[in-house]
């Protein structure tokens, strides 16, 4: 028999901060990239400098999944590559729906983004007459009340117009659906347990114009922290 951990409670899985979350899809781009001009190892300081945060920022985020590299030497950059995706759920079917064909929706449905990490469209739908129908990336549209009997999708896309979006995002929880990325420009009302994601530009142009009204030639760049070097911490031995 497996023993208990102490205080005969269960175990819980670790609780990953969310600003590791979205720093793991970038390290997951650069581990490709230096993949794919033949790189076999990596350091923290070099992820740290292409990612535009700090080394022990680097280490602390590798460090909540597990041991993957080795002082001096640093990480091997397959085998980073591998456990970042395996942590981000690239190796299971994630089937998605998207709601809203118009060209934002038709951009998704023809990305070709999605299979390689683990991302698969399983259904379009819309409410339009001259939309339902028709063929879109390989897809059929249908009418958004199929999405009842539709391929169930473990994740719903929201491309709807602003007044569009709630209904929609309705209609999804009520088929099952648990995680919303919503690219409409309104905030969703949703139960607690749906995860809900936004991807808005303005905002994003937004948050570049507070930066950039307040650049100053004696301020670290935009990504940095203050008083810490890109690199990281110098010219010690190298660290993973």
Same mark, same amino acid.
């Given at each position: 028999m497996a023993p208990r951990p102490a205080g005969g409670g269960e175990t819980r899985p670790r609780r990953i901060?969310?600003?590791?979350?979205?720093r793991l899809p970038l390290y997951?781009?650069?581990?490709?990239?230096?993949?794919?001009?033949? /790189?076999?190892?990596?350091?923290?300081?070099?992820?740290?400098?292409?990612?535009?945060?700090?080394?022990?920022?680097?280490?602390?985020?590798?460090?909540?999944?597990g041991s993957f590299g080795t002082r001096g030497t640093g990480y091997d950059t397959a085998f980073l590559a591998a456990q970042i995706d395996?942590?981000?759920?690239?190796?299971?079917?994630?089937?998605?729906a998207i709601v809203g064909i118009g060209n934002l929706g038709r951009a998704l449905a023809n990305s070709d983004g999605f299979s390689s990490h683990g991302f698969r469209v399983s259904g379009l739908y819309d409410v339009h007459a001259d939309v339902v129908g028709a063929r879109v990336g390989g897809h059929t549209v249908r009418h958004?009340?199929?999405l009842f009997g539709g391929p169930r999708a473990a994740?719903?896309? %929201?491309?709807t117009p602003a007044a569009a979006a709630q209904? %929609? /995002?309705? /209609?999804?929880? /009520?088929?099952?659906?648990?995680?919303?990325l919503n690219f409409a420009p309104r905030v969703l009302s949703?139960?607690?347990?749906?995860? %809900?994601?936004?991807?808005d530009l303005s905002i994003e142009l937004q948050v570049m114009s507070f930066f950039l009204a307040?650049?100053?030639p004696d301020l670290p760049p935009v990504g940095v922290e203050p008083g810490v070097r890109p690199g990281g911490p110098g010219n010690g031995a190298r660290r993973p």
């Open positions: 901060p969310e600003a590791t979350v979205v997951q781009r650069i581990l490709a990239e230096m993949l794919r001009a033949g /790189a076999t190892t990596v350091s923290s300081e070099e992820l740290a400098v292409r990612a535009r945060v700090n080394a022990a920022k680097v280490r602390k985020d590798f460090s909540l999944f395996r942590a981000l759920g690239a190796d299971r079917d994630w089937p998605i958004l009340d199929e994740i719903g896309v %929201v491309s209904p %929609v /995002a309705d /209609a999804l929880v /009520a088929a099952g659906v648990v995680s919303i949703v139960p607690v347990g749906i995860l %809900v994601r936004y991807v307040r650049r100053d």
